[in-house]
């Protein structure tokens, strides 16, 4: 049995952080001595440490979805929700390389199995950007973009700038920055001074480049945690 300290100072952590594992359920049962005190087993320390490892690069969401499973023994089904975090890691790399492209040659790719437009619907720039029509509703809500409105039927009408700002709003929104950061950027890109974008934009892909590294050290222990899990 091992003591709840020797695996908190281990890991860094506290032992409260210990606790709050255990009261999540993300743990398996831990059976107490006759003292009342916590035994843990190697069982609970690879567990503790695929948590730790884990959280950096898919966050305590996915964490506390995928442990439960384990311990159903659904190590498959637990396998499949982190692989969709590092597909969708791969799509905001190719949106941010995309973004950068855009902001440095200053130009849009056509729609695809189209010609280059002045002027896009909704729908349209949604499908550019790759985001749901709610979302630029929403950014438009932000004061993030305000497209223009067609005079006749009052519809939105996004231009080649604004198809712009709204792959830097993607992309800076994936690196988790925040909307004063966001706001910073588009104004600086109203000033035709787009230096600053094109920086943050660069350091998005460094930042998607350390997760996942991150990704890979919490899916080694991930791999540990399911050869301890299988053989209990």
């Not at 637990?78 to 440095?104: F, G, P, S």
């Not at 973009?145 to 198809?163: A, F, M």
């Not at 000033?191 to 943050?200: P, V, Y």
């Not at 998607?208 to 301890?228: A, F, T």
Request: net charge positive; aromatic share 8%; hydrophobic share 40%.
């Amino acid at each position: 049995m091992i003591k709840p300290i020797d695996i908190a100072r281990k890991l860094k952590i506290s032992t409260s952080a210990l606790r709050h594992y255990e009261a999540w359920g993300i743990i398996p049962k831990v059976e107490r001595g006759q003292n009342g005190y916590r035994l843990y087993t190697e069982e609970h320390v690879a567990y503790f440490e695929c948590i730790r490892a884990m959280y950096p690069g898919f966050g305590m969401n996915v964490v506390r979805k995928t442990m439960p499973l384990i311990q159903k023994g659904k190590l498959t089904e637990a396998l499949w929700i982190v692989n969709e975090v590092q597909v969708k890691l791969h799509e905001d790399k190719q949106k941010a390389e995309r973004a950068l492209h855009v902001l440095e040659q200053e130009q849009l790719e056509p729609l695809p199995g189209g010609q280059q437009k002045s002027w896009y619907t909704i729908g349209e720039a949604a499908s550019v950007i790759g985001v749901p029509n709610s979302t630029l509703r929403h950014w438009e809500k932000e004061n993030l973009i305000v497209p223009q409105r067609d005079l006749e039927s009052g519809y939105r009408k996004y231009g080649r700038q604004d198809l712009r700002k709204l792959l830097v709003i993607r992309t800076l929104q994936t690196a988790v920055y925040s909307l004063d950061i966001v706001r910073e950027v588009l104004d600086e890109m109203d000033q035709h001074n787009i230096a600053h974008a094109i920086k943050i934009t660069r350091d998005s892909l460094v930042y998607m480049d350390h997760l996942i590294m991150e990704q890979l050290r919490g899916m080694s222990y991930l791999y540990k945690l399911c050869s301890v899990a299988s053989k209990t």
